[in-house]
């Protein structure tokens, strides 16, 4: 795992070189380059440009996926439109994900990727629900089914670059949304 003040650091290189360049034309010695430090100094930290990318878009999107409001589809709604706001940078960092195949060094953090995605949507669900339940009597696998819903989807968005818009993709994920809100207000059964 790599630390968040690593991250940020790896987050604001990245920013600059993939305005100019596509994700799959970075390499770890261009990075030492502009981040001036050396190559064992890069393993130390980050371990592979995979590995570096899969954490780097995991954090980004644990954090513009917000479910502390009252409303859960105001939550996606912020999630999907960074995405598409952040579109290159995003499908740059896919791209330098998939540039590493066949490489060793984070392969097996970059095979997770989807399901630490996953992952990380349930979790979210779940919390918002526990948080804002009338009764605390939901259903976790009606929520993990809901979950898993809405990551398809957004699988599907991003295997695609992301081509269709945020309206569209949240319009998708419509009916798993109302399910999450439907075990909100779920009433206990005496």
């Given at each position: 795992m790599i630390t968040s003040i690593k991250l940020l650091e790896a987050n604001q290189i990245l920013a600059q070189v993939l305005d100019s360049e596509r994700g799959s034309e970075i390499n770890v010695k261009k990075f030492c380059k502009l981040a001036a430090c050396s190559r064992p100094t890069f393993y130390a930290h980050y371990g592979s440009m995979r590995q570096l990318s899969a954490e780097l878009l995991l954090k980004k999107l644990d954090q513009h996926l917000h479910f502390a409001t009252?409303?859960?589809?105001?939550?996606?709604?912020?999630?999907?439109?960074?995405?598409?706001?952040?579109?290159?940078?995003?499908?740059?960092l896919l791209a330098l994900i998939d540039a590493e195949k066949g490489k060793i060094k984070g392969k097996e953090f970059a095979a997770r990727f989807p399901q630490k995605v996953e992952w990380l949507l349930r979790k979210k669900t779940v919390c918002y629900v526990d948080a804002h339940s009338v009764s605390g009597?939901?259903?976790?696998?009606?929520?993990n089914n809901a979950a898993h819903i809405i990551y398809a989807i957004l699988y599907e968005w991003l295997a695609e670059g992301l081509q269709l818009s945020a309206r569209d993709v949240y319009d998708r994920c419509q009916l798993a949304i109302e399910i999450v809100e439907e075990q909100t207000s779920k009433k206990a059964l005496l």
């Open positions: 009252s409303d859960y589809s105001n939550g996606l709604k912020r999630l999907l439109t960074y995405m598409e706001k952040d579109r290159c940078f995003i499908l740059n009597d939901y259903s976790i696998k009606t929520l």
